[in-house]
């Protein structure tokens, strides 16, 4: 049976962004007709895969659940997918003892920020980011900058490197009705003031202490009602009750670590502008669902923004605090050209899908498994 095994770790605890991506993946492929027999999803617990269609058989195993996620990837891992014609590690890391054709996902390397994580951070992650890449058949980047970056970086031949840029799923595109929207609204703001909405990890890369500062300028300024939302983990543990205290925005600074997609979706869909203040991204996902959910895109010129958001999202220049008040100002007091930047943005959204992803996807893993067919066959 030629089976594409899948490191389906990401998926067994709260779906952020590459546990998302691989349920994305799953659900996709589903519905296509793949070059696998089967498609077996590996996790050390139990995974929920609602709405998958059977066109494709989708499986998954799980095993290991008392051993430490380091010993259940390097260890546990390999020893199940060792028949695979195929092991798929969607997000950065792989099992490096693995001896049968590998692909390993990047979603972008922070080499050129040395600043965005601690030493005991980078200690932790980059060694094995940078062995699971060298260990690879094959790299899947998300953008033509993180391809650039592991070639420097990571010193990675560019002929194993392919590029797939990921997508908004389908739930950002729907037309929400209005008073689901107004709902979701009022419960998670206790009001129906109009709002900002950022989304992502609060990693020092994304600026939110100058969000913050900017937008209690450009309120105070303008006399504006608005509400900032802040949708994600405090990675960076940046102290938003002091920063919003200090500003006079006790109760104007939401902030709610995790929500789930359908949440996201009509909180989206019901902001005026959702703000990305970023200075580095292997390319953002975040700012691919807002552009579907018709919301206006404020962001920071920085490598990847061209690749995804080229003319359809207004960027600032820096992420500093005058620029960005400058730039939340001219958003947030026209009306008429967040209507035209909406109606970019949701087009632009349209050009990524995940049935590329999924399809292109699939044709990288399908080419890197006919090595190990053709070893099978001699």
């Known amino acids: 049976m030629r089976t594409l095994a899948v490191n389906a770790l990401r998926m067994s605890a709260l779906r952020t962004a590459q546990g998302r991506h691989i349920e994305h993946l799953a659900r996709a492929w589903s519905a296509m007709d793949v070059p696998f027999d089967r498609i077996l999803l590996l996790s050390p617990r139990p995974l929920d895969l609602p709405d998958l269609d059977n066109r494709t058989l989708v499986e998954s195993r799980s095993f290991g659940s008392r051993l430490p996620l380091v010993a259940w990837e390097q260890a546990a891992l390999p020893a199940r997918a060792r028949r695979a014609a195929v092991l798929f590690c969607p997000t950065y890391n792989a099992p490096v003892v693995h001896r049968g054709p590998m692909v390993v996902a990047n979603n972008g390397i922070y080499e050129r920020t ?35 970056d592991l070639v420097e970086f990571f010193a990675i031949d560019p002929g194993r490197i392919d590029v797939v840029y990921a997508a908004a799923a389908d739930i950002f595109f729907r037309e929400h009705q209005p008073a689901a929207i107004a709902a ?11 709002y900002v909405i950022f989304v992502g990890k609060l990693a020092k ?79 953002s996902r975040t700012m691919f669902e807002a552009m579907a959910s018709g919301t206006p895109v404020l962001t920071v010129d920085h490598p990847t923004v ?22 939340l100002a001219r958003l947030l007091c026209d ?44």
């Open 184 to 194: 979701e609204v009022s419960r998670r703001l206790g009001s129906d003031d109009p």
């Open 114 to 148: 040395p600043d965005e994580f601690t030493r005991m951070q980078r200690l932790r992650s980059t060694p094995i980011h940078r062995l699971s890449a060298r260990r690879a058949t094959c790299v899947i980047a998300n953008s033509k900058q993180t391809k650039r």
């Open 306 to 327: 061209w690749e995804g958001a080229d003319g359809a999202a207004f960027i600032a220049p820096t992420a500093s605090v005058d620029d960005l008040a400058e730039s």
């Open 335 to 378: 009306a008429e050209f967040r209507a035209d930047l909406s109606a970019r943005g949701r087009a632009k959204a349209m050009t990524f899908t995940w049935q590329s992803t999924a399809t292109r996807t699939l044709e990288i893993l399908d080419r890197v498994a006919a090595s190990r067919d053709a070893v099978r066959g001699r």
């Open 205 to 283: 890369r994304r600026n939110v202490p100058n969000l913050v500062e900017a937008f209690a300028a450009v309120r105070r300024s303008a006399g504006l009602r608005h509400r900032l939302l802040l949708v994600g983990p405090n990675t960076s543990q940046v102290d938003l009750a002091a920063i919003s205290r200090r500003l006079g925005l006790d109760d104007v600074v939401v902030h709610i670590p995790f929500l789930d997609q359908e949440s996201l979706a009509l909180l989206y869909a019901g902001a005026d502008l959702f703000a990305l203040p970023t200075t580095y991204e292997g390319i």
